[in-house]
Every structure is written in structure tokens, then in C-alpha cells.
Nanobody, 124 residues
Framework: VQLQASGGGLVQAGGSLRLSCAAS????????MGWFRQAPGKEREFVAG????????SYADSVKGRFTISRANAKNTLYLEMNDLKPEDTAIYYC??????????????????WGQGTQVTVSS
């Protein structure tokens, strides 16, 4: 079972990036999937989550209105469109999948599968 995140990079404040997460070894179509991030010296925090259908999504207040999560189940792929990036968005971004399907949990301990992370750096 593998989640492979990609699309990170260095961008100026106000810029955009699109992260992708490709899943293999297991079908995640029925799982809640999401993105977390971890900045140096800080705990891993929830960024965004999506129900299996994409019909229910949830965002951290800090990214609401700037980030959009989406998924293409036929491709077993999850996306995070990030606009109007700010220096405080700098972190390693991780995609994850949760087998708790009735709600989108913001707690790290409720997510079973994790990708390796992709670095996002926003310069001021």
C-alpha cells in the first residue's frame, strides 16, 4: 500500500501549486482521504479532507477559501489546489487515507495510511 505525493516546490507569496497523491496497492475509493502538513518544529496538522465521493469536504480555517481538495477515484488520485500561498503555508505536505468513513477526522491518529510528503516552500 503506497501513497505517493508530488507537486511541491518553491513559490513566491501569492503564487499557486497543485499537489497530487497517487495511491497504489489498494483501492482507496471508499476511504476518506486528505492532506496534512508539518512545519519545522510544529506538530502535523490537518489541512483538508474529502469523503469518498467528494461530496463532503472539510478545510482548516487557515486555508479555507484558498485551497481546494478534489479526487479522481477512477485514477486513485487525490489533489490539493493551493492558491494565494503565504509564507506560513511552508511545510511538508502529506496525503493520507482514513478507514473512518462516517466523518472527516482532523486527528492524525485516525488516519491509517500516509504518503512520504512533498515540500512546499513559500517565499515572501
Amino acid at each position: 500500500v503506497q501513497l505517493q505525493a508530488s507537486g511541491g516546490g518553491l513559490v513566491q507569496a501569492g503564487g499557486s501549486l497543485r499537489l497530487s497523491c497517487a495511491a497504489s496497492g489498494r483501492t482507496f475509493n471508499s476511504d476518506v482521504m486528505g492532506w496534512f502538513r508539518q512545519a519545522p518544529g510544529k506538530e502535523r496538522e490537518f489541512v483538508a479532507g474529502s469523503s469518498w465521493s467528494g461530496g463532503t469536504v472539510s478545510y482548516a480555517d487557515s486555508v479555507k477559501g484558498r485551497f481546494t481538495i478534489s479526487r479522481a477515484n477512477a485514477k486513485n488520485t487525490l489533489y490539493l489546489e493551493m492558491n494565494d500561498l503565504k509564507p506560513e503555508d511552508t511545510a511538508i505536505y502529506y496525503c493520507a487515507a482514513s478507514e473512518i468513513r462516517i466523518r472527516i477526522s482532523r486527528e492524525v491518529r485516525n488516519w491509517s495510511y500516509w504518503g512520504q510528503g512533498t515540500q512546499v516552500t513559500v517565499s515572501s
